[in-house]
């Protein structure tokens, strides 16, 4: 198995998670913030799917989803258009609200193939391109991927913990 390989495998598990995460449920569901200053699903899932966005897009030369295909509009949230969440607030992440589940997946599903495209075209040898040098070391594309997996995949947990809370709650 290549490393490529094993990259496509670990962002179609964040998708299959996203998917988990969100099914069947409603605007109450997914906008609840167990206590003030925590994160809604909501909020969960279209950080770690902004943060796959904006870092795949950089890493490969591409434009970001969010813009291109109007995602942005279609959310309709007060932040700033590139904005990814990183750093809001308690009272910015409340502005991050959806009516349906169907606007996370759609817009993470849009991502996952953006990203799929790039990784298949990608070699072994891209891994070691530095595409971030703000950094001691200077961030290679494979050490950045791992970086958004990680990311992903810790925020995807949070919004299934956040979902098994108010499920347990509600029974």
Do not use: C
Request: hydrophobic fraction near 45%.
């Amino acid at each position: 198995m290549h490393a490529k390989d094993i990259l496509i495998d670990g962002f179609g598990r964040i998708r299959e998670e996203v998917h988990a995460a969100v099914a069947g449920l409603g605007p109450e569901g997914l906008n609840v913030r167990p206590t003030t200053g925590t994160n809604s699903i909501t909020w969960l899932v279209w950080h770690l799917t902004r943060i796959q966005d904006d870092h795949v897009a950089d890493a490969f030369g591409l434009d970001q989803v969010w813009l291109v295909q109007d995602w942005e509009k279609r959310f309709g949230l007060d932040v700033p258009p590139r904005d990814t969440g990183y750093g809001h607030s308690a009272a910015t992440v409340a502005k991050v609200r959806v009516d349906s589940p169907d606007l996370l997946t759609g817009y993470h599903d849009a991502v996952h193939a953006q990203s799929l495209r790039a990784l298949r075209d990608m070699t072994a040898a891209d891994l070691e391109r530095v595409v971030d040098e703000r950094w001691d070391p200077p961030v290679s594309l494979g050490v950045r991927l791992v970086s958004v997996l990680s990311d992903d995949l810790q925020h995807v947990g949070q919004a299934a913990y956040v979902r098994g809370l108010l499920q347990s709650a509600a029974a």
